[in-house]
T-cell receptor, first 114, second 107 residues
């Protein structure tokens, strides 16, 4: 499999549930990203990992917890979410964490919090 | 601080030319990128301007003027499949995406 993959593609969860989103890239990249995309809002950067180290955390609530066990995998652990967290969560990767590098996006996970 | 302005919606006729403008203010700047996103799809990279001037890739061109903090995406010979949202992203580390311009191509 090539490119950036995300699982699951759709997720419905209650506010008391704990779930995890998974992202995997097969491009040999060293940087990975989590974005949130809500209706009629810009892409919001959540976390950046470069060489498995978190280099950016954009004031994301602690109910979102990222994990990067290696340069190919990125997780977003979710717990006690709120309905306003319902959105499309996109993972991306790039060769390095520098902004001039093209970012390759996965298809996203459509999350609904009930 | 950072700010980014691009039109929210543009409508153009099939076969025409359309220009999507982007003005930005960022602390630190490493060029301007453009991404396309179709409804239900993921953003895909279109172009990057690291220096002033015009970059051409097929029907799409992108322009940057760093002194004016301004750039644009030019789409020529519009096709129905070009209907999508287009995001400019001034390069800081990391990228900052704008709200996007929704382009509707009509027959």
């Amino acid at each position: 499999e090539t490119g950036v993959t995300q699982t699951p593609r759709h997720l419905v969860m209650g506010m008391t549930n704990k779930k995890s989103l998974k992202c995997e890239q097969h491009l040999g990249h060293n940087a990975m990203y989590w974005y949130k995309q809500s209706a009629k809002k810009p892409l919001e950067l959540m976390f950046v990992y470069s060489l498995e180290e978190r280099v950016e955390n954009n004031s994301v609530p602690s109910r979102f917890s990222p994990e990067c066990p290696n340069s190919s995998h990125l997780f977003l652990h979710l717990h006690t979410l709120q309905p306003e967290d319902s959105a499309l969560y996109l993972c991306a990767s790039s060769r390095t964490g520098h902004s001039y590098n093209e970012q390759f996006f996965g298809p996203g996970t459509r999350l609904t919090v009930l | 601080g950072q700010s980014l302005e691009q039109p929210s919606e543009v409508t153009a006729v099939e076969g025409a030319i359309v220009q999507i403008n982007c003005t930005y203010q960022t602390s630190g700047f490493y060029g301007l990128s453009w991404y396309q996103q179709h409804d239900g799809g993921a953003p895909t990279f279109l172009s990057y301007n690291g220096l002033d001037g015009l970059e051409e890739t097929g029907r799409f061109s992108s322009f940057l003027s760093r002194s004016d903090s301004y750039g644009y995406l030019l789409l020529q010979e519009l096709q129905m499949k070009d209907s999508a949202s287009y995001f400019c992203a001034p390069g800081n580390t990391p990228l900052v995406f704008g709200k996007g311009t929704r382009l509707s191509v009509i027959a």
